[in-house]
C-alpha cells in the first residue's frame, strides 16, 4: 500500500474529509489531494501531527513498520545468500540495489552490489557503462573495506577490488589491494592478476611448484600401490623432462624403495631389484645436490625458480640412508643376487 493509499483509508476510517483533514493541518485541501493521488509527500514536519491524528507510527505511514521491515529484510537476505547461483545477473543487480538503498549502512549489501555490478560491467566490455559499472563497483568495495570490521567481508572486498581494477587496467593499485589479503593463497591468486610479464610468470611458476610439492606430499598417505608409485614418476618426468629434478630426487628416491618394497611382497624380485637399483641413483643425486649452495630448475614449467640452498646439518647423507635401507627384511629373498650385492658397494 503507498503512503497516498494510507492517507486515504485512514482518512475514511476516522470520517474526515479531505476539507476537514487540512484544518486541522493548517494546510490546504488540495494538499490532501496530491497526498493521496501520490503526486506529492508532506512536510517531514508533518508526519508525527499525522502519525498521532490517526494513532499509528510514523513507520507505518512510511512503510517502514517493524513487521514489514523484517519481511524485507528477510526477502533481501534470502536474495542475498543466493545471488552465486542465479545466472540472470541483471536481475541480481536490482535487487541488490534496492536492499542498499533500503539498509545503506549494511556491508554485506553494500559488498553485495559491488559484486553485482562487477559482473553486470563485465558483458559490456569497452564501453562506458563498463567503466561506469567498474567505477562504481570499486567505490562499493572501497566503502566496504573503510567500514567493515568482519575480516571474512574485508577480505571477501579486497578480492572484488583488485579484479575490478584490474578490468579498469589500474593494476598498480590493485597491486597494494592484493598485498592486504590475510590468506596467502588467495594473496597469490590476486597477485597473478596484478602483476606482468616476468613477475607473474615466475610468481606462477612458484605458485605451481609449491601446489606440486604439497599434492606429492598428500599423494604418499594414500594407499600404498606400484600404480600410485608410478604416478608420481610419471608425474615428475613429465613435469621435469630434463631430468633436473634437485630435491625431487630425494621423492623419486623413497618412492622407487617404496615401490620395492611391494614388488617383493608380490615376489616380482627382478622388478623390485630395478627399482633399488633407481633409488640409488636418485640417492647418488641427492648427494650432488646436498654439496649445492643453490640450485635451479631448467624445466620449461619452472625455469624461473631458482634460490639459495639451506645447508644441511647432518652428516647423514641420502645415500648412507639407502644403504641402511637395504637391511629390510623383506629384501631378505634377494641378499644373494649379485645384482643386490652391488647396491651396498
Known amino acids: 500500500m503507498s503512503f497516498g493509499e494510507k492517507i486515504r483509508k485512514l482518512r475514511h476510517d ?11 493541518l493548517s494546510i490546504s485541501p488540495q494538499a490532501v489531494s496530491r497526498w493521496e493521488n501520490d503526486v506529492a509527500m508532506p512536510d517531514v514536519s508533518l508526519l508525527p ?13 512510511l512503510g517502514m513498520d517493524t513487521y514489514q521491515k523484517d519481511l524485507r529484510k528477510a526477502e533481501f537476505d534470502a536474495a542475498f545468500h543466493e545471488y ?3 545466472d ?3 536481475a541480481n543487480y536490482q535487487i ?21 555490478e562487477y559482473y553486470v560491467a563485465i558483458p559490456t566490455q569497452d564501453n562506458a557503462e563498463y567503466t561506469r559499472l567498474l567505477e562504481s563497483s570499486v567505490k562499493h568495495y572501497n566503502l566496504v573495506l573503510e567500514n567493515s570490521s568482519d575480516r571474512k567481508l574485508y577480505n571477501k572486498a ?7 581494477l584490474c578490468m579498469l587496467g589500474r593494476k598498480e593499485a590493485a597491486l597494494e589491494y592484493a598485498k592486504k589479503h590475510d590468506d596467502e593463497e588467495k594473496r597469490n591468486e590476486l597477485l597473478l592478476w596484478c602483476l606482468r610479464g616476468e613477475e607473474k610468470i615466475k610468481l606462477g ?14 599423494l604418499k598417505f594414500g594407499e600404498g600401490s606400484v600404480e600410485r608409485c608410478d604416478a608420481v614418476e610419471d608425474i615428475l618426468r613429465t613435469l621435469f623432462p630434463d631430468g633436473n629434478y634437485q630435491y625431487y630426487h630425494n621423492i623419486l628416491q623413497y618412492n622407487a624403495v617404496n615401490k620395492a618394497q611391494i614388488l617383493c611382497r608380490e615376489q616380482r624380485y627382478d622388478e623390485a631389484v630395478h627399482e633399488l637399483e633407481k633409488a640409488r641413483f636418485h640417492a647418488e643425486k641427492m648427494v650432488k645436490y646436498g654439496k649445492q649452495t643453490n640450485f635451479a630448475f631448467t624445466s620449461p614449467f619452472f625455469n624461473r625458480i631458482a ?14 640412508d639407502f644403504i641402511r635401507g637395504l637391511n629390510n627384511r623383506c629384501y631378505d629373498p634377494l641378499r644373494q643376487r649379485e645384482d643386490f650385492q652391488a647396491l651396498l658397494g
Open 96 to 116: 541488490a540495489c534496492r536492499a542498499v538503498a533500503e539498509y545503506p549502512g549494511n556491508m554485506e549489501y553494500v559488498e553485495w552490489l559491488a559484486s553485482a
Open 205 to 218: 611458476q612458484e605458485i605451481a611448484e609449491a601446489y606440486l610439492n604439497r599434492f606429492l606430499f598428500y
Open 88 to 90: 540472470d545477473k541483471e
Open 49 to 61: 501531527p499525522l502519525a498521532n491524528l490517526f494513532q499509528v507510527t510514523t513507520d507505518y505511514l
Open 307 to 320: 634460490k639459495e640452498k639451506p645447508a644441511s646439518d647432518s652428516a647423514v647423507t641420502d645415500l648412507d
Open 14 to 24: 476516522t470520517g474526515l474529509t479531505q476539507e476537514r483533514l487540512a484544518e486541522l
Open 84 to 86: 552465486w547461483m542465479h
Open 158 to 164: 579486497l578480492h572484488g577490488i583488485v579484479l575490478a
